[in-house]
């Protein structure tokens, strides 16, 4: 993507943004470069800031790995991981109270 090739040739961003966008695929790349800035008011005008390395992992985890809503398998289907079982029907445990369940 020739934006992140020209942002990291002009310093505006670090080899590590550039390697996260580029090992992402072309559909998203620019939404991830998008990301990867943050507007900031600074001496009376709006700039564009970095934003840290991993504030853009975070984004890229959260908005584009872990998004189950589309996936081209039934999420009920306890064959896939057998171990796991079916994961909407098994009951969740409780975080703060280690051994004991919720419905």
């Known amino acids: 993507m020739p934006e992140v090739a020209e ?4 310093n505006e961003l670090t080899a590590e943004h550039a390697l ?5 695929p072309g559909s998203v ?3 991830a470069l998008n ?3 943050v507007t900031a008011w600074i001496e009376g005008k709006h700039e564009r800031v970095l934003k840290p ?5 975070a984004w890229i985890e959260q908005h584009l790995f872990l998004q189950l809503d589309n996936v081209p398998f039934p999420k009920d289907d306890a064959t896939l991981v057998p171990e796991a079982g079916n994961v909407r029907a098994a009951r969740r445990v409780g975080g703060w109270r280690c051994g004991t369940t919720s419905p």
């Open 7 to 10: 942002g990291f040739l002009k």
């Open 20 to 24: 996260l966008i580029a090992k992402l």
């Open 29 to 31: 790349k620019k939404e």
């Open 35 to 37: 990301q990867a800035y």
């Open 53 to 57: 390395i991993a504030s853009l992992q």
